[in-house]
């Protein structure tokens, strides 16, 4: 059994719409847990992080954590065509050390 | 704030031959990270530095995999002899520190290297 599991998608959803990725994880030490965004070609950039169980919004953007079913997930609001990207789970412990899912590829269409 | 610098940007080699990759961190950052992202999945941990000093490298292939970071700035990744499985994307990440707290890692552009 893999540390983290995300479903790959690809997602493809029509703009407005709202998005949601998740990702489940089976070690318990994990203390923090991030969502970054990739673009073709480019090097993932944070979206959010958050060290609690529940939830955490940045504008159109909720993460949602729940510890106790080793469940996180992200809430994309009115998604956009600039939204279209590769949105990887992340999680990590004491060292920083980061472990990826595979990531979820998601289009928007217009 | 310049973010981290990676050359080159694309690197095509045939298996068996050598290939080394440079990272550039953002300035002050004391923790390095490289890690390899095979097309359709997360980027993997490889090594990582503190300063100058080896964290971890539990993941890295070190039979043909070196990697070192000379004054704690910047750092190379080479292998030696490539294998066609060795092709993907080569990303180095900074952060300020690493331990404790979470500390964010800045992504660089990433090298993309294919083996044939």
């Known amino acids: 059994q893999k540390e983290v599991e995300q479903d790959p998608g690809p997602l493809s959803v029509p703009e407005g719409a709202i998005v949601s990725l998740n990702c489940t994880y089976s070690?318990?030490?994990?203390?923090?847990f991030m969502w970054y965004r990739q673009y073709s070609r480019k090097g993932p950039e944070l979206l959010m992080y958050?060290?609690?169980?529940g939830n955490k919004e940045d504008g159109r953007f909720t993460a949602q954590v729940d510890k106790s079913s080793k469940y996180i997930s992200l809430f994309i609001r009115d998604s956009q065509p600039s939204d279209s990207a590769t949105y990887l789970c992340?999680?990590?412990?004491?060292?920083?050390?980061?472990?990826f899912g595979t990531g979820t590829l998601l289009a928007v269409q217009p | 704030e310049a973010g981290v610098a990676q050359s080159p940007r694309y690197k095509i080699i045939e298996k068996r031959q050598s290939v080394a990759f440079w990272c550039n961190p953002i300035s002050g950052h004391a923790t390095l990270y490289w890690y390899q992202q095979i097309l359709g999945q997360g980027p993997k941990l490889l090594i990582q530095f503190q300063n100058n000093g080896v964290v971890d490298d539990s993941q890295l292939p070190k039979d043909r995999f070196s990697a070192e970071r000379l004054k704690g700035v910047d750092s190379t990744l080479k292998i030696q002899p490539a294998k066609l499985e060795d092709s993907a994307v080569y990303l180095c990440?900074?952060?300020?520190?690493?331990?404790?707290?979470?500390?964010?890692?800045?992504f660089g552009p990433g090298t993309r290297l294919t083996v044939l």
């Open positions: 990440a900074s952060s300020f520190l690493a331990g404790g707290d979470y500390n964010e890692q800045f």
């Open positions: 992340a999680m990590g412990g004491a060292t920083n050390k980061l472990i």
């Open positions: 958050t060290y609690s169980s």
């Open positions: 070690n318990s030490a994990f203390q923090y």
